[in-house]
């Protein structure tokens, strides 16, 4: 059984360790609200910068190839993989489930005949996934907006891309970032960022439709019909070949965003817990400290007790 003076200075080593973690969750707490805004705000502009691509590519059909960025290299044999993570540590289980997707995505790359190249932006990612795939790694960076995040952040990370991209050295790459849905629950997602995925969004398109007919039918009512034509200036590939890089900046942008609200929600989940169960063995170690200490009087009690009635 432990002595008083170990109990004491247990108790008093963890009330330290508490008000630590009390104070990292009320940083964390301040910090995610701040990054939670951000990344809000981001979002729409990323999506609608994506549903613009989208338009722009469905309207260019046919026609030509169009840029190398929108429909590929024509193979798949190297897959760039763009992981986020965190630079510190004492967020709960938030850059494991990242290095767990990694490790995932980067199987079923290499189940499908691919080479994967691995670029990490976090130190804990990059320490994660280096003994295992450290021969992957082309490169890593660490403290990324460390003085507050800037788009000319994303933007160095995405014209690196580009730039590899036209170098002819990987054919498709993929974003993986923790998606920020509350300070208990993020969400790892994969986006892929090259070659741009086109997508259709069939509500739309049926509304669209529907609009036409009702159009159709109200033009052969009056007699006329009118055909609606867009008019690009410059052409529909000057315009991707301008606009695709920069959605390339755009979207690991909002992925720094999301990551940075994501890590700064599960470290107050973290703290928080770790805050309470501080508590909780603080309540231990006294229940204990106060038994031991009780029967370290009732001896002394009794040892003097008998010593009298020796007498």
Partial sequence: MPSLKDLRSRIGSVKSTQKITSAMKMVAAAKMRRAQEQAVAARPYAERMGDMLSSLAMSLGESSGGPAMLVGTGKKETHLILMLSSDRGLCGGFNANLAREARLLIRESQANGQNVKLLCLGRKGADALRSEYGDLMIDTASDIGHSGLTFDDAAAVGQHISRMFGAG??????????????????????????????????????????????????????????????????????????????????QIFRGLLENFASEQGARMTAMDNATRNASDMIDRLTLLYNRTRQAAITKELIEIISGAETV
């Fill in 169 to 250: 050295e990987f054919d498709v790459s993929t974003l993986l970032y923790a998606r920020f849905k509350s300070a208990i629950s993020q969400i790892v997602t994969r986006q892929q960022l090259i070659p741009l995925p086109v997508v259709v969004d069939e509500e739309s398109e049926g509304s669209q439709k529907s609009q036409e007919k009702q159009s159709a039918q109200s033009t052969r009512r009056a007699g006329t019909h009118h055909d609606a034509v867009y008019i690009f200036e410059p052409h529909e590939e000057d315009l991707l070949a301008d606009l695709l890089p920069r959605n390339v900046s755009v």
